[in-house]
């Protein structure tokens, strides 16, 4: 139905777009979401063969929950960006071979990363850690807080009785 599968992977992609301009090739006439990605960060290598988009192979989804995606890449002769169409949070972190690898924002709202080539199958594991909030920060504001309620109450029971002792 032209949907892009879930994962893919592309021999050309465009980098250091922004969002709104990323936004404007995205949904011009001449684009062609299947054989080019669009990248938010720059500094990536340049497509080796970015007409070969099209003979790259499937990627096979392993696992895939809430929080951890396990995907494998069959060997590739030039190098290649993954598109994984899941929402784009920078709570994400993402391996290839177990070693860490830099999580890319795609298509403004995706998530990508860049696989040179490999004579090797690859599994690549985006995972997602939740933000956590300090303790300690925390507990000093609920202190604070504890503080300043207290305070109200004790002024407010003082202008009480200062009324009720006058009538």
Sequence with gaps: SGA????????????GVDEKSAAEILFSPGFDPHSQVILREGG????????????LPDVKIIE??????????LP???AAMLLLNDRYDSNWS????????????A?????AVHLPPSAKNRTVIFN??????PTAPSFA??????????????????SGKAESDEA
Excluded: C
């Design 4 to 15: 892009l599968p879930r994962a893919k992977l592309f021999a050309d992609w465009r980098q």
């Design 44 to 55: 990536l290598p340049k497509p080796e063969m970015p007409s070969q988009t099209s003979s």
């Design 141 to 158: 504001v609920f202190v604070i807080g504890l503080f300043v309620a207290g305070f109200g109450l004790k002024h407010r029971d003082t």
């Design 76 to 78: 590739t002769k030039y």
């Design 107 to 111: 298509n403004n709202q995706a998530r």
């Design 94 to 105: 993402v391996t290839v071979d177990d070693q860490p690898a830099t999580l890319l924002q």
């Design 128 to 133: 997602y850690h939740a933000p956590t909030l």
């Design 64 to 73: 895939a929950n809430g929080a951890r995606v396990e995907l494998e890449i």
